[in-house]
């Protein structure tokens, strides 16, 4: 039996997901850090960080549309 394609979608999601969860306990030290970051070290933080979210709504739209909805 060949799988359903939303389960290959999201089963190739698990990685993006779970460095969410990585990249906010990461901002969690930093906050708790008594050293100051400049705004080049944030920068260089946000730009993974939102390419991540861009990955994970595209393959959240492609998994929807699979599933027979419409983003």
Do not use: C
Request: aromatic share 8%; glycine share 8%.
């Amino acid at each position: 039996m060949k799988p359903d394609p939303v389960y290959s979608i999201i089963s190739d999601m698990e990685t993006d997901i779970a460095d969410v969860g990585r990249w906010g306990e990461l901002l969690y030290q930093l906050a708790a850090s008594p050293n100051s970051l400049d705004a080049g070290t944030l920068h260089v933080i946000a730009a993974p960080i939102h390419a991540l979210g861009q990955r994970l709504e595209a393959r959240w739209s492609e998994a929807f549309r699979a599933a027979g909805g419409q983003p």
